[in-house]
């Protein structure tokens, strides 16, 4: 395995994958891509509402991708950084092709099977759909319920 998609958006299940896909990147020599996803403001909100919305919308996506590309420099990954719009799901599993990724790593919000089923999400969305396999990282908090 040579380059990771890591799905953020500065959630903690998104830490953990952050956590998760640079831990496994150091053991296997592996560059990392972020990719954060998010939904364009409606464009109904008008001037000036629309474009105030969207410039902290992309204040707030470009601070957690610089977080996580700050992780990476820290732990010596070579790493890069993508802000994408649109449908989550389509846009990481576009990310993951367009980018030729060995490995998609995101975190899970931890709603367990029957919420996932039946809200959807965007976890099992990419594992149903992806090309390549898919490491969910589970919350801290989560995990360390498990370990205690």
Do not use: C, W
């Amino acid at each position: 395995m040579k380059k990771f998609l890591v799905a953020i958006d500065g959630s903690e299940g998104s830490e953990a994958a952050i956590d998760e896909a640079l831990e496994l990147a150091q053991e296997v020599g592996a560059q990392v891509l972020f990719a954060l996803v998010r939904k364009p403001p409606s464009p109904l909100l008008g001037y000036p509402y629309y474009e105030r919305l969207l410039s902290t919308e992309l204040g707030k996506a470009r601070a957690t991708i610089d977080a996580a590309t700050g992780k990476a420099d820290e732990a010596g990954i070579e790493s890069g950084s993508e802000v994408l719009e649109g449908d989550p799901v389509d846009e990481i599993l576009s990310a993951a092709d367009n980018h030729r990724a060995d490995l998609i790593v995101m975190g899970s919000r931890g709603r367990g099977a029957l919420a996932g089923a039946l809200l959807g999400s965007v976890s099992s969305g990419v594992v149903q759909h992806a090309s390549v396999p898919v490491l969910v990282a589970k919350e801290r908090s989560a995990r360390h319920l498990v370990a205690a």
